[in-house]
């Protein structure tokens, strides 16, 4: 039996309660249908007194790792890379000795002479449920450039994530978790566009609830209670001391979701917030208070997104983009899209076996497309012909574009060189639904209790923008779910509310144009820390995160942030590089050969990023 927690902790800011009764008629009512009775009570039965908690009381609390630190050792896939652990206690409110999280960190050591060295950079790749381990093999090495190998470039899994111990366990290897992922996708989900359909509700409500079920019948109960952001907060104080540099601070580039973690952080810890730079800002209030909020303010700018994607095929013509013809306007596109659109609402494509895949392409499978590639405008020109194959009747490229959950044989986890539990892809859905409905509050999230009402949403967020019924499904996913961290950090997010000083001003990047972080919630973030403590660097381009998009502008501008501690002005612009979307042939080449060589290497590293770079 789980410890009784305490209850007499004094609270000095606000924290949420969890209404552990609310629609529990309604939850019956669905197991029952589902033939899963038994699991209600596990599902619905989390006690009164688990309430997620803060308190400043404990912002100074953080367990004294041994200062012989982490015993790091060459990776057993990547020598360049070192691997360790540290252990953490599971949960540091209530610490057991025989309790721990082993967090699995790797990083890429610095190629400077000694004498130029800063100390580690912290990065997390986003999610919530990217994988830092994985993420510093696709592109640490760039990092490394545009940081003149100065920093030894660390990231770790974060609790529930990965390589990461114990795991969450809801399913006991990842084809057993993706085959619930392609059937999902073979029956229209998560989500069918324009579908006004109840029934197509209740049935992803009981998809939902097939990993919910899950969870509690296999999942690790504790680890699922003890994977919120304010946990992964507290794992980097324990990893800054584990490495001695807790007395600098922490030195960090958050991508994405890495934003929400990055300002978790230097609100609950803002003397040990040195330099930070939070890159593709999403909106940490919406995030935690109110997670439909937060679906809804995500998709501020993206149709200005899929503007620039039509104006900018158009203006390449038929030598850069595929679906354009001689003399297409922005609005030509635009309908030669619509035609495909609608061509299959009608009918779907049918795709014979390419090597991968065989099935359709549907309507829905084109705005899966979009969203995707609207993050990423390295992929415009690709996606672009294979929407024009698709328009001709050959839906091979798309189907490889959009990618349906890949398969791979059922094997123990911890079969690799590793020896320990790991996802091949790094994150999975339920370790970001971990995280993200341990952090959402509750009784908001549970407010949406009736599929007429999520229905009504997902109307909402299809006017809003072109993808806004794929963001339903995200929004919607914590509606359900029953797990609620035993800690959360719900704010506050601006110094009126009681902010604290950081130890050095946070560096928030924006772009104009990102699909799900608008610069709204940049300014909004940036102007919540107050200007003691935060500035705002903007750049003009596409797409999510400063990499998206490149600019010499912007990487010199977060590089001379870390070496020198150069705090842009506020509002300070970057414009993005010309020739990068539907590059027409050696114009990047004409480019580069027009740099001098210290920019031409940063370019070329920024042109891997926004290849490699996978945020969420």
């Excluded at 501690?565 to 027009?594: H, M, N, W």
Aim: proline content about 6%; some cysteine; charged content about 20%.
């Amino acid at each position: 039996m789980e410890k009784s927690r305490p209850k007499d902790i004094t609270m000095a800011l606000p924290i949420t309660q969890v209404v552990a009764t609310a629609n529990v008629s309604r939850r019956k009512s669905i197991f029952k249908a589902l033939g899963v009775v038994g699991l209600a009570a596990a599902l619905i039965g989390y006690r009164a007194c688990d309430h997620a908690r803060f308190s400043s009381a404990l912002l100074g609390f953080a367990p004294r790792p041994a200062r012989a630190g982490i015993a790091w050792s060459a990776c057993p896939d990547l020598t360049e890379f070192d691997c360790g652990y540290l252990s953490v206690p599971l949960d540091y409110l209530n610490p057991l000795p025989n309790e721990t999280v082993s967090l699995a960190l790797r990083r890429l050591p610095a190629s400077a002479p000694k004498a130029e060295r800063m100390g580690t950079l912290f990065v997390n790749p986003g999610g919530p449920g990217g994988s830092g381990t994985a993420a510093i093999v696709n592109y640490g090495q760039d990092l490394n450039v545009i940081l003149k190998g100065r920093y030894d470039i660390l990231s770790w899994d974060p609790r529930g994530i990965n390589m990461t111990t114990p795991a969450l366990d809801c399913y006991p290897t990842n084809f057993d978790e993706w085959l619930g992922a392609y059937k999902e996708a073979q029956l229209g989900l998560p989500f069918e566009m324009g579908n006004n359909s109840l029934q197509w509700f209740e049935k992803i409500d009981a998809f939902y609830l097939a990993d919910v079920a899950s969870c509690a019948k296999h999942g690790n109960q504790k680890m699922l209670k003890a994977s919120s952001t304010a946990y992964t907060a507290r794992d980097i104080i324990s990893i800054l001391q584990a490495i001695g540099e807790d007395e600098r601070g922490l030195q960090y580039w958050g991508f994405s979701y890495g934003t929400i973690l990055g300002a978790t952080f230097a609100a609950m810890f803002p003397e040990y917030a040195y330099r930070m730079v939070l890159d593709g800002v999403a909106n940490s209030n919406f995030f935690t208070n109110n997670p439909f909020d937060s679906g809804r303010s995500a998709m501020d700018d993206t149709n200005k997104v899929w503007e620039g994607f039509l104006s900018e095929c158009a203006s390449a013509g038929p030598a850069g983009c595929a679906l354009a013809q001689t003399g297409f306007t922005t609005d030509d596109v635009r309908a030669s899209m619509d035609d495909l659109i609608d061509s299959l609402k009608a009918r779907p494509l049918p795709v014979p076996f390419t090597g991968k895949f065989s099935g359709i392409i549907t309507a829905s499978d084109i705005k899966t497309a979009i969203f995707q590639a609207l993050y990423k405008p390295s992929k415009w020109a690709d996606l672009a012909a294979a929407f024009a194959d698709a328009k001709n009747g050959d839906g091979a490229a798309l189907a490889a574009f959009i990618g349906e959950p890949a398969l791979t044989e059922r094997r123990d986890p911890a079969d690799n060189v590793f020896k320990r539990h790991m996802f091949p892809a790094g994150s999975s859905r339920i370790s970001n639904a971990a995280v993200m409905c341990g952090d959402a509050d509750p009784d908001v999230a549970h407010s949406m209790d009736t599929p007429e009402k999520f229905m009504e949403y997902s109307k909402e967020l299809a006017d809003l923008s072109i993808t806004g019924e794929t963001w339903t499904f995200f929004a919607g996913r914590c509606r359900l779910w029953n797990t609620t961290a035993y800690e959360a950090y719900r704010g506050p997010w601006t110094v009126e509310e009681g902010l604290k000083k950081t130890k050095y001003p946070v560096l928030f990047v924006g772009n104009t144009a990102d699909p799900v972080t608008p610069l709204s919630a940049a300014k909004t973030m940036s102007k919540g820390f107050g200007g003691e403590s935060a500035t705002l660097l903007i750049q003009d381009g596409f797409g999510h995160c400063s990499t998206a998009h490149p600019s010499i502008c912007t990487a010199k501008a977060i590089a001379a942030y870390f070496h020198k501690g150069v705090v842009p002005e506020y509002g300070t612009l970057c414009k993005s590089d010309d020739g990068f979307i539907f590059p027409q042939a050696g114009t990047q080449d004409e480019s580069l050969r027009a740099l001098g060589e210290e920019d031409h290497e940063i370019m070329l590293a920024m042109r891997r990023l926004s290849k490699r770079m996978e945020t969420w």
